[in-house]
């Protein structure tokens, strides 16, 4: 058994990720951490102080808040736990806390656990390698609720991207547009953000040519699709000896040898 600890229980991936493990009887759910107003104590092993259940041995999973995330990379290195965090929106100080906890730890981190994302990131590659020249536009809807703009996936989709035509992400990316912006250059990436109603999560990476065009979409229709991927990134978490930064294509990876 793969005794798990999830940060975020109360929220909307915490409870995708209950329902997913207890379907699956290779995982326990040891112990819920949320914030103590979002506590349910009713049901299931809830607490507000991750360190306070953590033990050697036992998996984090946390979808919760940039600041959630920075707390359990933190708890996970000083008590020799595995972290598997989805948190998107992650500063730079966010990041430089996982990357010093990968130092000790195993920790799994990925802007979406989907299978499908996994193999966008694929195609789109595979698309760009025969598309030199061609605009690329990324679109992604997400529901009201969402924190973070655009999401953690499309920058990571962006990122490919603009490694794959060698352009630096940073002067490549175009956060929308309003104005007289003039005439689009070859060397930009577009990325657009949709807000509203209750979308889950829906990636279009549009390529434009001459008189024809590309659409590489995937579209989240319930968040048991990356709880699914969160709990085999557990799998792996648990049976990786060596610490480090690894993420879902290395989990892929394990799975398919
Ligand atoms: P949500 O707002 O529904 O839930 C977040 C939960 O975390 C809430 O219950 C909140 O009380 C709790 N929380 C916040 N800060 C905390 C802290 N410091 N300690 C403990 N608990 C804390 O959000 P959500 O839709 O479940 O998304 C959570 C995160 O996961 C977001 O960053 C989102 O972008 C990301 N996400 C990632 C993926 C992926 O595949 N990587 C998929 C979906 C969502």
Not at 40 to 56: C, F, H, K
Not at 194 to 206: F, K, Y
Not at 227 to 233: P, Q, V
């Amino acid at each position: 058994m793969i005794p798990v600890i999830l940060v975020g229980a109360a929220g909307r991936m915490g409870q995708a990720i209950v329902q997913a493990a207890t379907s699956r009887p290779e995982f326990s759910l040891k112990g819920l951490v949320d914030l103590a107003a979002n506590l349910r104590p009713m049901d299931g092993v809830w607490n507000s102080n991750l360190d306070a259940m953590l033990e050697r041995g036992d998996v984090v999973i946390e979808f919760s808040s940039p600041l959630g995330c920075r707390e359990a990379a933190r708890a996970c290195a000083a008590r020799g736990a595995a972290l598997v965090t989805g948190t998107t929106g992650l500063t730079p100080e966010d990041e430089a806390a996982l990357r010093e906890a990968a130092r000790h730890v195993v920790v799994v981190r990925a802007s979406n656990f989907s299978l499908g994302v996994a193999a966008l990131r694929r195609a789109l590659n595979a698309a760009l390698s025969r598309l030199p020249g061609w605009d690329i536009e990324i679109v992604e809807r997400h529901h009201r609720g969402k924190a973070d703009s655009p999401s953690g996936t499309a920058l990571s989709l962006a990122g490919d991207a603009a490694a794959a035509r060698g352009l630096p992400a940073e002067r490549a990316l175009r956060f929308g547009r309003e104005g007289r912006v003039g005439p689009r250059s070859a060397d930009e990436i577009g990325v657009h953000a949709v807000r509203g109603g209750t979308w889950i999560g829906d990636h279009a990476v549009l390529l434009a040519g001459e008189g024809e065009w590309l659409e590489l979409r995937h579209v989240a229709q319930d968040r048991l699709a990356f709880a699914h991927g969160a709990l085999a990134a557990a799998r792996f978490a648990a049976r990786r000896k060596e610490p480090g930064l690894y993420d879902i294509e290395d989990v892929l990876e394990s799975q398919t040898g």
